[in-house]
């Protein structure tokens, strides 16, 4: 017992050693760029790094650290005041805001060089037009029209605080994804909207940037955190890290993004670059990406249906078999049914944090209702003579429902195990946002670059996926049901 005690307590610290470093970066280029940055840094110096990119925004980042989902993701001085930390000042400077982390076994780096602050921008001409120079200027036009980042629509540092400070009276805000946002205002579809002062398409799309007069925004100095217990198991890494302090400028950061954004350069190319360090391992093809892609999808959807069937198959029996029961169970999954896609992804987290474990217990529970509903339906609607006669023989109950009634509500059951298949490929597609891959992934990124052939490489596959699903199970249902029930469905 002692042999095996002490083996562990010497295997378990060298198999943290030699886990890699895993980097987080939230949905946006140069968040992005930033992991690409530590990533490729890190194994200059010999340290095996893994980027985990395009997790979603703040909150879920913030949660995988201190999960322990990841060890490390790129961050800002202001959202870390406004969003993580909510007692201390605005423009609390990093020596206060590392005394406040440190508590929460969290680090900071140094800033690494720039801030990239929040502003209002809107395109030139327009403000030419209405004199607009001023963020206090917006509150003499109540027409003007918002389009937000949907962050920024909730954030405490983003648009209600500013509604706030600069009494601006607009009504027509909306939120949008932020990359989309450049194209509404370029097309005149919305007025003025969010920027991050080191984006690419400020000067690509005309933009001017407004004055925050009234002085809203804190500094953003861009950082990293990373979790202490880095500094015990990995601490080349983490003096590596902090190495890249002080070594990105303003005019470096908006280089590097556009060079993504506008030159479509990938960011593992453009980080490279910026370190002067050869690209190592390159592209790894269309066809090996999809077919990465597409084991990930089928495993998340696979797994979460066989889940589902094993228990909403019996729950749909209950269901037939009590009726109070039966409108409990049927409420309760229908309720389910019921919660956002993106919602139920994000309350999986701080259960089973990022990754395809809290992914598949979201298409799990997205599964359960289509199957309950279909078996009860199908073992309700057998005609009650049919059961009264499978009665009289005097078969036993459980026999009855294995040799009678379940053949005879196969296809409603198979119906409803399609109809959740058929959903759980598209509702799989979210499950990129926490790190669980699949189809979603170059649809994300796609978005996130304007990339029509992105966003192709992961919306095709998923349609002709579903296809597949829907025709396989048709098939199936044709080879389970019993051939009488065949002949009497092509009557």
Do not use: C
Not at 90 to 99: F, K, V
Not at 366 to 378: E, K, Q
């Amino acid at each position: 017992m002692r042999r095996a005690l002490f083996a562990v307590l010497v295997l378990l610290p060298l198999l943290a050693w030699a886990a890699p470093v895993r980097i987080g970066s939230k949905q946006f280029t140069e968040s992005v760029v930033l992991g690409e940055l530590a990533r490729i840094h890190a194994r200059e110096a010999g340290i095996d790094a893994i980027h985990r990119r395009e997790l979603g925004g703040t909150s879920i980042l913030w949660a995988a650290l201190q999960h322990g989902d990841i060890d490390v993701y790129p961050e800002y001085t202001g959202t870390i005041t406004h969003e993580l930390l909510k007692d201390v000042a605005p423009d609390a400077d990093i020596a206060t805001l590392r005394a406040k982390l440190l508590p929460l076994g969290i680090g900071i780096t140094d800033s690494l060089g720039f801030s990239d602050t929040y502003a209002i921008g809107m395109r030139e001409d327009r403000a030419a037009q209405l004199n607009i120079t001023r963020m206090s200027d917006l509150a003499s036009h109540p027409q003007l029209r918002f389009g937000f980042s949907n962050e920024f629509m909730d954030r405490a540092d983003g648009w209600p605080g500013i509604r706030q400070r600069y009494g601006l009276p607009q009504t027509q805000v909306r939120g949008l994804d932020h990359t989309l946002s450049y194209r509404a205002v370029a097309s005149g579809a919305v007025d003025a909207i969010d920027l991050y002062s080191t984006d690419a398409e400020i000067p690509y799309y005309h933009l001017r940037t407004l004055i925050d007069d009234r002085h809203y925004f804190p500094p953003y100095e861009a950082v990293y955190l990373y979790r202490l217990q880095l500094e015990r198991s990995a601490p080349a890494f983490v003096a590596a890290l902090r190495t890249l302090s002080g070594r990105i400028d303003m005019a470096a950061m908006q280089r590097m993004n556009a060079e993504v954004k506008l030159n479509g350069m990938k960011e593992s190319d453009v980080a490279a670059r910026f370190l002067d360090v050869p690209l190592r391992g390159g592209d790894a093809g269309f066809w090996r990406r999809l077919l990465q892609r597409t084991v990930e999808h089928v495993k998340l959807v696979a797994l979460s249906l066989g889940l589902a069937v094993l228990l909403a198959v019996p729950l749909g029996i209950l269901a037939a078999r009590w009726k109070r029961a039966g409108q409990l169970i049927i409420g309760l999954t229908g309720i389910l049914q019921t919660v956002p896609s993106l919602a139920m992804f994000v309350f999986m987290i701080p259960l089973l944090g990022i990754g395809t474990w809290p992914a598949m217990a979201a298409l799990f529970l997205y599964s359960l209702l289509p199957i309950v509903r279909n078996t009860h339906a199908g073992l309700v609607g057998i005609p009650l003579e049919l059961r009264e006669s499978a009665a009289a023989l005097g078969l036993p109950e459980n026999v009855r429902l294995r040799r009678v009634e379940l053949p005879m509500a196969t296809r409603s059951i198979l119906a409803g195990i399609k109809t959740a298949a058929v959903i759980n490929v598209g509702t799989a597609t979210l499950a990129a946002l926490i790190g669980a891959g699949g189809y979603g992934q170059p649809i994300l990124t796609g978005i996130r670059l304007d990339n029509i052939g992105l966003i192709l490489e992961g919306a095709v596959p998923a349609a002709l996926l579903a296809l597949i699903v829907q025709a396989m199970f048709e098939g199936i249902e044709h080879w389970l049901t019993p051939r009488g029930l065949r002949i009497e469905a092509r009557q």
